[in-house]
C-alpha cells in the first residue's frame, strides 16, 4: 500500500479550539484540574462542541471539494490538538456529527504542536493558543491565531470569502521595517524604487499560492460544468494606495497568482468598515489593533510576524511554553 501524499494539496492545521468553541470544558480544566476535565470529557463525548469561529471557513474550504474525484481531494484538514486521543474523542464525534471530512488527527497530551506542520506540509496552523502560534512563527512556519467572536453563518449562501493583508502575511515585513524606520516619503521611495521588483515572501504566501491553484481548478471545472458557480473569492485588504499599490500587483504577478478577485488599497482608511461589507469568512493581519477591532464580527486572525510585532526573548518564550503545556489543552 502506497503513502498518502500530502505534497500536492492544500493542508490546513486546525487546533480544535479554532473549530469548536472550547470555553465550557477550558473553564473545567483550569478551575477543577485535568482529572476533572477527562472525567468531563468523557461524560460528555456524545454531546458536540458548539461551533468556533474557524468553523464556517473551514466548512466551506472542505466543501469545495466537491469539484475534484472523490478519492483526489485537493483540500486537506488536519487536526492537532493538545488533548490525549482519550479525550480527544469528543472532538473526533463532533467533527462527525457536523459531517465535516477530517479524517485526520494528531493528539499531543499538552505538548506543542508546531514540530509537525512541515511535516505534513501545512499550509496555515490556525489555534486560538497564543503560545503555540507565536512559537510557530518563529520557528519560520505559517500560523494564525483567531481571535475570540461572535460568529454566523449563512447556510444557503456556498461562496468562501478570504481577506489577507498585504505587508507581513502575504509579503514579509521589508517595506513596514523601512515606513517604521524612516516614515511615510521613506517608504514611498523605496517602494517606487521597487515597484517591479517582486516582494520577498511572507508567512501565508504558501496559502495564498495554494488558494490561487484551488480557484484554477474551479474554473476548469466551471468550463466542464457550466451550471457550476465558483465559490472562492479572495481580497487583498491593505493600508497602501498610489503609487505603493504598484508592487502588490507586480509580485502577485511574478508569483503566477492571477486570480485575487479584489484588491483594497486603502490608504488609512479604517479596515473594518470595509471588511463590514466585504463579509469575509476569515480575514488575516500583522497588526492586531487591526484584528481586535473586526474579531467580533469577522472571524479574524493575527499572524504575529515580523516588526509589527514585539517578539518574547527567547527565555521568556521557553517559560511561558513550558507552563502552556500544563495548562491549556485544544
Excluded: C
Excluded at 250 to 259: A, P, Q
Amino acid at each position: 500500500m502506497s503513502g498518502y501524499n500530502l505534497d500536492q494539496k492544500l493542508v490546513i492545521g486546525l487546533a480544535s479550539s479554532a473549530l469548536f468553541n472550547l470555553e465550557k470544558s477550558d473553564k473545567v480544566f483550569r478551575k477543577k484540574g485535568e482529572l476533572a476535565y477527562r472525567k468531563y470529557q468523557s461524560k460528555n463525548e456524545t454531546i458536540p462542541l458548539e461551533m468556533g469561529v474557524a468553523f464556517p471557513f473551514i466548512q466551506r474550504l472542505l466543501s469545495i471539494n466537491d469539484i475534484f474525484p472523490a478519492d483526489k481531494p485537493f483540500v486537506e484538514v488536519i487536526l492537532l490538538s493538545r488533548n490525549d486521543p482519550n479525550t480527544g474523542l469528543r472532538v473526533m464525534n463532533s467533527i462527525e456529527y457536523y459531517g465535516l471530512d477530517i479524517k485526520r488527527a494528531i493528539f499531543l497530551q499538552g505538548r506543542t504542536p508546531y514540530k509537525y506542520i512541515d511535516a505534513l506540509n501545512i499550509s496555515l496552523f490556525l489555534s486560538a493558543n497564543e503560545i503555540d502560534v507565536n512559537q510557530a512563527i518563529t520557528a519560520g512556519y505559517p500560523a494564525g491565531l483567531i481571535l475570540k467572536g461572535q460568529i454566523f453563518d449563512i447556510d444557503h449562501d456556498e461562496e468562501l470569502r478570504i481577506a489577507f493583508d498585504f505587508d507581513g502575511v502575504i509579503a514579509d515585513d521589508s517595506s513596514e521595517q523601512v515606513y517604521k524606520k524612516g516614515g511615510l516619503n521613506a517608504f514611498i521611495e523605496n517602494e517606487n524604487k521597487l515597484a517591479s521588483q517582486p516582494a520577498n515572501i511572507g508567512p501565508l504566501y504558501k496559502l495564498l499560492k495554494e488558494l490561487s491553484t484551488l480557484q484554477n481548478a474551479e474554473l476548469k471545472y466551471q468550463l466542464e460544468n457550466p451550471t457550476y458557480n465558483s465559490r472562492l473569492r479572495i481580497s487583498i485588504v491593505t493600508a497602501r494606495n498610489a503609487p505603493a499599490h504598484k508592487r502588490v500587483i507586480n509580485s502577485l504577478r511574478s508569483w503566477g497568482i492571477d486570480t485575487v478577485n479584489e484588491a483594497f488599497f486603502l490608504g488609512g482608511i479604517e479596515k473594518r468598515k470595509v471588511l463590514e461589507i466585504l463579509k469575509p469568512h476569515i480575514f488575516f493581519d500583522d497588526q492586531v489593533t487591526h484584528v481586535e477591532k473586526t474579531a467580533n464580527s469577522i472571524a479574524s486572525v493575527h499572524i504575529p510576524f515580523g516588526i509589527a510585532n514585539k517578539k518574547l526573548d527567547s527565555d521568556e518564550q521557553s517559560n511561558e511554553v513550558e507552563n502552556n503545556q500544563t495548562t491549556e489543552l485544544n
